[in-house]
């Protein structure tokens, strides 16, 4: 990789950050879960690819930052946390994220971590819980949210959804694909989701 090769992604990494800090500026429910990191540090990640990017290669959003997140698509260590066993091949064709800050992200914190997450139309993402307390806020498209002790709800760009710590949630895209900007907080942050719910 050339200098001016790597200093083009840091731009456009540094564009997505910039965009997903002005929807963190424009929620007051995110702004209101967590402060935005003071200790963000750019580090060059391995790009990892995953069969996710075909699909958002192809989806046309006017969000700047859908735009910025397509921006980057070659570029980002995307990550799958389930296997095939835990959530069947076709959702693993269909499902991915960065960690665009975080200890392990393109953005090193240990304050917070921020991602930005991708799952096909037709989706389930199963019932699972981590210790981590967590906010979704969609970017494009669109989920039906279900947490325990919650309503259900489908949220489209803009709205919200705070999963407490260990609560167990689940998520569906009946409508359409979503992106949803995700920050962790809280104990646990460095852990992992467990599949199912809490006995």
């Not at 200890?103 to 389930?124: A, C, E, T």
Request: glycine letters at 10%; one cysteine or more.
């Amino acid at each position: 990789m050339t200098s001016a090769s790597s200093d083009l992604i840091a731009s456009l990494f540094s564009t997505l950050l910039s965009e997903a800090k002005k929807v963190y500026d424009a929620t007051p429910a995110m702004q209101g879960f967590a402060k935005w990191p003071t200790d963000l540090t750019y580090h060059h990640q391995a790009p990892v690819w995953i069969p996710a990017i075909r699909q958002l290669t192809l989806w046309e959003n006017n969000h700047p930052l859908h735009k910025a997140t397509q921006s980057i698509l070659p570029y980002g260590k995307w990550k799958q946390t389930y296997t095939e066993q835990e959530v069947g091949y076709g959702f693993l064709q269909d499902y991915g994220y960065i960690e665009l800050f975080g200890p392990d992200g393109h953005f090193r914190s240990d304050q917070v971590r921020g991602y930005v997450g991708y799952w096909g139309k037709g989706l389930y993402y199963p019932w699972h819980h981590h210790e981590a307390e967590e906010i979704y806020t969609v970017i494009s498209g669109s989920g039906y949210f279900e947490a325990e002790g919650k309503a259900p709800v489908t949220l489209t760009s803009g709205q919200c959804q705070i999963h407490e710590s260990n609560q167990p949630h689940a998520l569906t895209m009946k409508e359409s694909a979503i992106l949803t900007l995700v920050l962790w907080g809280g104990a646990g942050m460095a852990g992992l989701p467990k599949m199912g719910t809490i006995s």
